[in-house]
């Protein structure tokens, strides 16, 4: 299931609603806890976090490189 969209600032509520209507035969709420989903959507908010904090890292360690020749 796709969610491009997904920020680490975004309510996981809001996603497990957004999910829940989008895909609905795959996540019923007999078949699939909320709790389950949830925490789901937490570990992949984390993970986004993660990479952006190592992007931002990344950046910032260019700057201090030395470019004279």
């Known amino acids: 299931m796709p969610i491009p ?10 996603w497990l609603e957004i999910l ?5 035969p795959f996540l019923d709420r007999k078949m699939v806890e909320e709790g389950q ?3 789901l959507i937490q570990k992949l908010q984390e993970n986004l976090f993660g990479e952006s904090e190592e992007a931002s890292e990344s950046i910032g360690s260019d700057d201090n490189e030395d470019w004279t020749f």
């Open 5 to 14: 969209e997904l920020e680490p600032s975004h309510d996981p509520l809001d």
């Open 20 to 24: 829940r209507k989008e895909h609905s």
């Open 37 to 39: 989903i949830l925490s």
